[in-house]
């Protein structure tokens, strides 16, 4: 058995992962041929099956580096492409046409390219191999082959028979040995023929004396010797189905053809023929060649691991990082800073942002049903049904039209739909923390995470909307028939209006301010005492939309604005005072003090909304967040999904890639270490002829 092979094959998959480089590179069988050498057949026969592309525009236009890995407890045969994660490949056409399709890739203008596709089979009858096939050298320039092709693949073979690769030079038995042009190439590279086995195909088409002769080729001698072959590989498709391994047909084909000719079978005839003889001979030089670069494989390897090593002491510290642990790192810290959110966003905060947003509502209906009001009794603008708003102090507690005001706006804020607001307000609010959360933590780097924890915080607050929002608005029904004040809610809402009146009046001072430093003090004075005297009837003349007395319509809409804040300044301080007096001390005067009443309603809703939205929605929230962070970026994630989130981030990346550098090394060379005691530990066998 050929352990060193297999081991070693296991080593360069290892390898292959850490992006080999010249010195890590492990010998492999290259094999060269001229077009139809026969060169296809050969590596099919080896491997069992049809799976090269065929057609006779079809040159193969990047090195194969073809992993034979013999599996002697497994019945299935199938291809891996390491390189494009499509998984097994059990069928042989499957693997064929990808081929063809990696080639057809390559751009015309580049006619070859020396990126080599990657490509493991898998097979109780293969030999543990590892071969590269190239493309096949051209002897006479075609129309549609450029003379630039020619060189092109020399050129790209020449880089691969180097040393300690062993040369399959594949020469066809009908063409003259002189004329190979894959024994030229060898010869060249290896003058001494010490590494290079030669393989005349085609036996069959020459005379079997002629044949013997070939075989005992003295013109260039090579130690690994010559190996005849008849591999036409018969067309499986028809005569045997798909998928069927072609091994036995080939040598069964073989031992006729040979057996019928004593220059081939003759115990003396001193040649060797027949794929599986060739097969033996490329399992014991592979093995023979791997053992002898056993050492400095391993010393390149250890050069390398030394000089992650460092870089990584240098970079990093040493500290460890996988992709696996710095998902988990990361994870720990969201969830721990959420924590710490939950404890400061509880009712209280939920309570303000709520209430904050009634307030608003309540100014809205103010300004629209209180503060929009004449200010005074000047009849030469207040409509016949609109009362000033300056009697409101004074007027009557029976008075109709002030209590139908206080009615419909108290309707209008009971009824606007709180349920849905009050969620909504909550709902937004946590979703704005949770895009803080992310943002302070390492997730911000990450689309993938962010999107992740957006989803899980999506998903359960829409889960829980509409049943909150109608638990809500069902709960503060009541509110939409009777509210009850006693002194104590009248007195804090007294507190409460003052406030909010004086947050208004300070936002109109200021925009007023700020119109002022706009246009000039003077400019603003003059156009609002002009808006003043059109609205008191004088400049009747004037008509919507022109200019006049050197105003422009620009200004006099500024000069609108003004009148308007300065009005609206006067009635809050007005309503302020009225706040202040006697006549608001008790809810008594309710229809007097219609802002202290609306901010006891708007209290009231608050309350009741902030009880449910606490239980429905906020404990829902933090309960169930963490759970679903888990499911989403936790334990369901594939190492591969793992690995590919923490490479988003380019310096995680550069850090993990270094270590996995690092270990695979580690790892190789842990395995070369056993491989050569193993050899030590044993004879060598004697390889040859
Ligand atoms: P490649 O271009 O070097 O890969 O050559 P192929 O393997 O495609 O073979 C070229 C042609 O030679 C095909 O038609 C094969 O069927 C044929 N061929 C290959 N090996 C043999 C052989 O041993 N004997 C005979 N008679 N024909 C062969």
Redesign the pocket.
Same mark, same amino acid.
Do not use: P
């Given at each position: 058995m050929m352990v060193l092979t297999k081991k070693m094959i296991e080593i360069r998959s290892i390898l292959q992962k850490v992006g080999q480089t010249g010195a890590l590179q492990l010998p492999s069988i290259v094999v060269i041929? !001229?077009? !139809?050498?026969?060169?296809?057949? $050969?590596l099919?026969a080896i491997v069992g099956h049809e799976f /090269?592309p065929?057609g006779s525009n079809m040159v193969t236009r990047r090195p194969i580096e073809l992993t034979l890995i013999n599996t002697p407890d497994s019945s299935s045969e199938y291809g891996e492409f390491p390189a494009l994660g499509l998984g097994r490949i059990t069928d042989f056409t499957q693997i064929q046409k990808t081929l063809t399709d990696l080639n057809l890739a390559v751009p015309e203008a580049d006619c070859v390219s020396d990126d080599p596709i990657q490509l493991n089979i898998y097979s109780p009858t293969v030999p543990d191999l590892s071969l590269i096939d190239l493309p096949?050298y051209i002897q006479i320039s075609a129309l549609d082959q450029p003379e630039e092709l020619k060189t092109k693949i020399a050129a790209l073979c020449d880089k691969y028979i180097q040393p300690p690769n062993v040369i399959l030079a594949?020469s066809?038995a009908d063409v003259d040995l002189a004329n190979s042009t894959a024994l030229r190439a060898s010869r060249r590279v290896d003058p001494r023929g010490e590494r290079t086995i030669g393989v005349i195909?085609?036996?069959? /088409?020459v005379d079997p004396e002629r044949g013997n002769a070939i075989l005992k080729d003295r013109n260039y001698p090579l130690r690994l010797g010559y190996v005849g $072959? $008849?591999?036409?590989?018969p067309s499986t498709k028809f005569s045997f189905g798909r998928n069927v391994n072609i091994t036995n047909a080939i040598s069964k084909n073989e031992n006729t053809f040979f057996g019928a000719h004593p220059q081939f079978a003759a115990p003396d005839s001193g040649v060797t023929v027949g794929t599986t003889n060739l097969r033996k001979k490329l399992m014991s030089v592979l093995e023979q060649t791997m053992a002898q670069s056993l050492q400095s494989t391993s010393d390149a390897i250890h050069q390398e691991l030394e000089e992650a090593t460092y870089e990584f002491k240098v970079q990093y510290n040493d500290r460890p990082l996988t992709a696996e642990t710095y998902l988990a790192e990361s994870l720990d810290k969201f969830k721990h800073s959420f924590k710490d959110f939950t404890e400061h966003f509880g009712r209280p905060q939920v309570r303000q942002l709520l209430k904050h947003e009634l307030d608003q509502k309540v100014l809205d209906f103010l300004a629209s049903r209180y503060w929009n009001k004449p200010l005074s009794d000047d009849k030469s603008w207040s409509r016949l049904d609109e009362r000033p708003i300056s009697e409101l102090p004074n007027v009557d507690s029976e008075n109709l039209y002030w209590h139908r005001r206080l009615d419909a706006s108290t309707s209008a804020l009971t009824k606007l739909g709180v349920g849905r607001l009050a969620t909504n307000v909550v709902a937004n609010a946590l979703q704005q923390h949770m895009d803080r959360l992310i943002s302070e933590s390492t997730f911000r780097a990450h689309p993938f995470a962010k999107q992740a924890i957006q989803e899980a915080t999506n998903a359960i607050l829409n889960e829980r909307f509409y049943s909150t929002s109608d638990q809500v608005e069902n709960c503060i029904k009541p509110y939409k028939f009777e509210i009850e004040v006693d002194e104590r809610e009248w007195a804090q809402s007294r507190e409460n209006s003052q406030n909010l009146l004086k947050e208004e009046l300070k936002a109109c001072d200021e925009a007023l301010k700020n119109l002022k430093s706009n246009i000039g003090s003077k400019k603003l004075v003059q156009v609002m005492s002009f808006v003043d005297k059109l609205r008191q009837g004088e400049h009747a003349d004037m008509k919507e939309g022109t200019e006049a007395f050197g105003f422009s319509q620009p200004l006099l809409q500024k000069g609108r604005e003004g009148v308007f804040l300065r009005d609206r300044a006067e009635i809050l301080r007005m309503r302020l005072y009225a706040l202040k007096s006697k006549q608001c001390a008790t809810s008594d005067n309710k229809y007097h003090c219609p802002e202290i009443f609306l901010d006891v309603v708007a209290e009231k809703l608050t309350s009741t909304a902030v009880l449910f939205l606490n239980v429905e929605l906020l404990s829902e929230f933090y309960y169930n967040f963490p759970r679903e962070l888990d499911n989403r970026l936790g334990r369901h994630l594939s190492q591969q999904q793992v690995e590919s989130f923490a490479k988003e981030d380019p310096k995680i990346r550069k850090h993990i890639e270094l270590q996995q550098r690092k270990e695979l090394l580690e790892l190789a060379l842990e395995k070369m270490e056993s491989v050569m005691a193993l050899e030590k530990s044993k004879k060598v066998p004697v390889v040859g002829e």
């Open positions: 041929g !001229s077009q !139809s050498s026969g060169k296809s057949s $050969v099919e /090269l065929k096949g594949i066809a195909t085609k036996m069959d /088409l $072959v $008849v591999c036409r590989t």
